[in-house]
Nanobody, 123 residues
Framework: DVQLQAFGGGLVQAGGSLRLSCAAL????????IGWFRQAPGKEREGVIC???????YYTDSTRGRFTISSDNAKNMVSLQMNSLKPEDTAVYYC?????????????????WGQGTLVTVSS
């Protein structure tokens, strides 16, 4: 069975950093792009960042320069380093295996979806 397990969320003050991880079980990162999405209360799901199977990275305007994504194919793990966090980054963060890399949530070809991890940024 394929499982995507996101972890590392928590409470952090504005300006702080947090590192999320996504463990991919039952699939190879060489076959899928991995995207991070988030959903804040009362808001629609939005794309955050993505890394392709070949290592290409895609950012949104709100995350470029603050968030970094990396993958470790040997460990089948994708990490999301979030710096300079803002209260508006507060959301449940999900990782997903995609047919192609995109940060456009409406266009995402989601093959597998992991459980979320809550990130709360206090002002």
């Amino acid at each position: 069975d394929v499982q995507l397990q996101a972890f590392g969320g928590g409470l952090v003050q504005a300006g702080g950093s947090l590192r999320l991880s996504c463990a991919a079980l039952g699939l190879s990162l060489e076959d899928y792009a991995i995207g991070w999405f988030r959903q804040a209360p009362g808001k629609e799901r939005e794309g955050v960042i993505c890394i392709s199977a070949h290592g290409g990275t895609y950012y949104t305007d709100s995350t470029r320069g603050r968030f970094t994504i990396s993958s470790d194919n040997a460990k089948n793990m994708v990490s999301l380093q979030m710096n300079s966090l803002k209260p508006e980054d507060t959301a449940v963060y999900y990782c997903a295996a995609l047919g192609f890399c995109t940060v456009e949530a409406d266009l995402a070809d989601i093959r597998y979806w992991g459980q979320g991890t809550l990130v709360t940024v206090s002002s």
